[in-house]
């Protein structure tokens, strides 16, 4: 099930950014991020979307949601200017970030390419 987290969540499951500016990603798999607001109309579209990947990449990846009206310092910190934004975490390298409501074939790939996980 993908989580709805809070800008503490973030902190203690992706990266603290408060106490580092370098990118450290402190999470046990790579994640995806979704930037999203409940009013925004592809935020919403993509939502079952991001449940069907979460089950089928169970234990593989996580996927966590940040609602950017809740988190507006969290938003202003990746610097979301449109919604919705997915920020793709790998372990042990940079962070990639991707906008809009990506259809599932382009999803998969962005998975196996940039957090190098395979089904």
């Known amino acids: ?7 503490q969540d973030f902190l203690d499951k992706v990266f603290n950014f408060e106490a580092s500016q370098e990118w450290d990603f402190t999470g046990d798999v790579p994640a995806i991020i979704d930037f999203y607001a409940d009013w925004c109309g592809p ?5 079952p979307l991001l449940e069907d990947l979460q089950k089928e990449y169970n234990g593989k990846i996580n996927i966590y949601k940040v609602d950017t009206e809740a988190e507006q310092e969290l938003a202003g910190a990746f610097g979301i200017r449109s919604i919705p934004s997915l920020l793709f975490c790998p372990k042990g390298e940079k962070p990639q970030m991707a ?4 259809p599932k074939q382009q999803f998969e790939e962005l ?5 190098k996980v395979e089904k």
């Open 43 to 47: 935020c919403k579209a993509l939502a």
């Open 1 to 7: 099930m993908v989580q709805t987290i809070t800008k």
């Open 99 to 102: 906008q809009g409501a990506l």
């Open 111 to 115: 998975i196996k390419t940039i957090l």
